[in-house]
């Protein structure tokens, strides 16, 4: 039975419970691995009664191992932490619970948010570029993993975000007071137009629910942090030894997996790309400058991205390469070369395609 197929009739949990294994111990891909490797001799493999023999798992730990020492040493981790102050208050003076909820809710701006607007945008800013020069990492919510190539650019980079997110910093700051000014007419016209006494919702406005104009500058924060995965040294106590060996097997199935997506999402891309040049080729459209612009740009950094060295995906990258190096969009025009280039980047997506029983996107070569 081919990959694809157990991939697609089998869950992971069903997998495990054929093989008479540890789910948690596994990533899919080991099992559909394990799964073929014994697949003649396993008798019924929807009988989950008749399992395999036990596999030996000197290879898959081995595998887990090189997963862990890639990811700890062909890049690093990155967390962005960026946050503003909100412009609310959540303080009701008892004197203006009856305001009507269409002017007042339980909590009350205190400023245009408009003037808040960039700052919300930061975290998302840094977490893209970050995000452009990696991959979001499995299991840690707002984590990317960045490779060592690109380590000094993704630092220029936040750097520069950091250094602009100050300067609107300090331009806030200085028109706080105008700000504040400036909401307060407005809030007065609000009340005029819902026939509210405006000396009621000037209660939320009181001075005490703003920050004073130094204390802004630690309520507008951008930063970020980098790490690497790690559990406690088992020589602390602070783990038993269980713990310890288990935390250790989470933590490279979890880098595993993490690289098995890399492989996913590179692949992805690739295919993505050639694809559309291919339909287009095929269906006599015009090759845009963008179009070819996005291929070159994905082989110049794909070596870099390619951190599991996978040699079948590397292999496809380089003839697509090859049969695009020096080409302009108007080599298009000559339909003898056009023609030509169609037929071998049709075999090259063609073969893609059924690579590996259409598994590429899950095998990993270390």
């Known amino acids: 039975m081919k990959k694809s197929t157990v991939d697609r009739k089998y869950t992971k949990a069903q997998l495990s419970e054929i093989l008479d294994v540890n789910e948690n111990d596994y990533s899919k891909s080991q099992l559909i691995n394990m799964y073929c490797s014994k697949k003649n001799e396993l008798t019924n493999v929807t009988d989950p009664t008749k399992p395999a023999p036990a596999p030996v798992t000197a290879d898959a730990d081995a595998e887990l191992d090189r997963a862990l020492e890639i990811v700890l040493k062909e890049g690093i981790l990155y967390r962005i932490d960026s946050h503003c102050w909100w412009g609310k208050t959540s303080r009701v003076p008892e004197e203006a619970i009856n305001v009507p909820k269409e002017l007042m809710s339980g909590v009350q701006t205190l400023i245009d948010p408009k003037h808040l607007g960039p700052f919300r945008s930061w975290k998302g800013i840094g977490e893209r570029i970050v995000k452009k020069l990696g991959y979001q990492f499995l299991g840690l919510r707002g984590v990317y993993f960045v490779p060592k190539a690109f380590i000094q650019t993704a630092e220029a980079k936040l750097v520069e975000c950091q250094e602009f997110a100050g300067k609107e910093k300090k331009v806030f700051a200085d028109n706080f007071e105008t700000y504040r000014a400036e909401w307060k007419t407005e809030v007065a016209r609000l009340c005029k137009e819902h026939g509210v006494d405006p000396k009621l919702a000037m209660l939320y406005l009181a001075e005490e629910n703003y920050p004073s104009v130094p204390q802004l500058d630690g309520k507008f924060v951008f930063k970020w942090t980098k790490f690497a995965i790690t559990v406690p040294d088992s020589d602390m106590g602070i783990l038993t030894d269980k713990q310890y060996e288990e935390e250790v097997r989470k933590q490279k199935l979890q880098a595993l997996e993490f690289l098995e997506n890399c492989v996913a999402e590179l692949a992805a891309k690739f295919y993505d790309i050639i694809s559309k040049i291919n339909s287009k080729l095929e269906a006599g459209e015009t090759i845009k400058p963008k179009t070819l612009q996005s291929l070159n740009s994905f082989t110049e950094i794909f070596d870099k991205m390619n951190i599991t060295n996978n040699r079948a995906l590397a292999g496809y990258v380089?003839?697509?390469?090859?049969?695009?190096?020096?080409?302009?969009?108007?080599?298009?025009?000559?339909?003898?070369?056009?023609?030509k280039l169609t037929d071998k980047l049709t075999s090259v997506v063609t073969r893609f395609e059924a690579e590996s029983d259409a598994k590429l996107l899950r095998d990993i070569e270390f």
């Open 318 to 339: 380089d003839e697509a390469r090859k049969l695009f190096k020096g080409v302009s969009v108007t080599d298009f025009k000559e339909e003898k070369f056009a023609d």
